[in-house]
């Protein structure tokens, strides 16, 4: 758009955004991941069984002040810190009322954000864990999408295309879901919403011979309090 925030004097609420937001969100917890973050750094610590066992070894490069002890602090701690602000009140500054509670992964703080960045007519489109139209603590958000007409569809994908053909992420276990999630914003609607579930093919005839339509009826009919696939 030629001019992506446009704000009223007289009001606080952005008249605009983009026209479409399409993307791939990291898909990592804001949590501090000691056995991913020693992986590639102290194998010896990411291969140690027991977090006892981590925090031990860890106490060895303070106590020899390692420099990757100091690396290791300053990571746990901005994480730690990135999801206070994730999970801060709304009454407080928070960003994110839907989906910024509990272990937070960054990739639904982006859904969010996506949601709110685009104009009222416009379109959002993310490739994001399946947990989206899932998980409990996504509920809150997914319904105002699954029951209201706003969702335009749901591709479920596992992590493996049969027949021997390579995983579409190769470094991701082949047992691991995710979906596209198309969806429009608060003024734009679909009569249903194209619906795919453990999908292993991109091929549009694939797809077709695979999905179904489901209206906001039907969502709410099948999860009534929640509203999830």
Known sequence: ?????????????????????????????????????????????????????????????????????????????????????????????????????????????????AHKLVKSTGLVGLLVPSGIAADLGAAPFFKTLSGTGRLAALLDFENRRGAGRAHFFPDVDSRFKFAALIAGAAERKFEAAECGFFLTDTEDAAIAENSFPMKAADFLAVNPNTGTA
Do not use: C
């Not at 060895?60 to 290791?72: I, R, S, T």
């Open 1 to 113: 758009t030629d001019q992506v925030w446009e704000f009223w004097v007289t009001s606080k609420t952005p008249d605009g955004g983009f026209d479409a937001i399409i993307g791939n969100p990291p898909w990592d917890r804001l949590k501090m991941q000691e056995v991913e973050w020693f992986a590639a750094r102290a194998p010896a610590i990411a291969h140690a069984t027991r977090a006892s066992d981590r925090k031990k070894l860890v106490a060895g490069l303070q106590a020899a002040n390692d420099p990757l002890a100091a690396d290791y602090h300053r990571a746990s701690t901005t994480a730690l810190q990135a999801a206070r602000m994730a999970n801060l009140d709304v009454a407080k500054g928070g960003q994110f009322p839907l989906l910024g509670g509990g272990d937070t992964n960054l990739y639904s703080l982006f859904v969010e954000r």
